[in-house]
């Protein structure tokens, strides 16, 4: 039977990805993953409320060793920056090593232990111009590389890769995806801060489509 796994972060690409695609994928696992990253009790925390909602399995991956070699503002104590959005300088300053081919190689792990034919990840249009772990080209080649690496051979699928964050949400408002429990913020705190790059995203992206009762929710 076909059966996917799904990286959640909480973020508004993780969650709409569930929420729009469980049931034409199956999910029925997410895997969350801490690093050591500023907002890494908001994101365990967000995504269990997410994994409750929609009555799938939880579980967290503690990779203490990544905050060691991590040396941007995502993980260290400097500030998360708040300008020069969505430039290649402010993606670099939140840059954690491989961090998207890591989480994909363990989820591949338990997709061949588990039979998982599928593993979605929230990569979009908008992060793909900066982060080239977000693009079609890298989706491509980790499933290249689990035909090989696996008996399973799991596909890495990432539905909202040819939509910029308005479209996500647009879509996520059209099929009713809880964005009340969004939590895409770089930083930790009770609230998304609404400064830093992801939060400007979202913040945009919800203007754009008319959901300013979502900003007062959530900023």
């Avoid at 508004?12 to 049931?23: E, I, T």
């Avoid at 009790?41 to 203490?64: A, P």
Wanted: charged content about 30%; overall charge negative; glycine content about 6%.
């Amino acid at each position: 039977m076909v059966k996917s796994i799904i990286l959640l972060s909480g973020g508004l690409d993780s969650l709409v990805a569930l929420g729009c695609f469980k049931d034409k994928y199956n999910t029925e696992f997410a895997l969350t993953f801490d690093y050591g990253q500023k907002a890494a009790k908001e994101e365990l925390e967000t995504s269990k409320r997410i994994c409750d909602f929609y009555k799938i399995e939880h579980k967290v991956i503690k990779l203490d060793w990544l905050k060691d070699i991590t040396t941007t503002a995502l993980v260290l104590g400097s500030d998360i920056p708040t300008a020069n959005i969505g430039t290649k300088e402010s993606a670099k300053e939140v840059w954690v090593p491989n961090r998207n081919g890591l989480f994909l190689n363990i989820a591949a792990a338990f997709a061949d232990a588990k039979d998982y034919v599928y593993i979605l990840f929230g990569a979009n249009k908008d992060e793909a111009k900066n982060f080239p772990d977000n693009t079609e080209d890298f989706r491509n080649k980790a499933c290249e590389l689990f035909e090989s690496s696996t008996l399973k051979h799991p596909k890495v699928i990432a539905p909202l890769i040819n939509y910029s964050k308005g479209d996500i949400v647009r879509i996520a408002m059209e099929k009713s995806v809880p964005l009340e429990l969004v939590r895409s913020c770089y930083d930790s705190g009770e609230k998304n801060c609404g400064k830093c790059e992801s939060c400007t995203r979202l913040k945009n992206a919800l203007y754009a489509n008319g959901a300013e009762y979502l900003i007062e929710e959530l900023f």
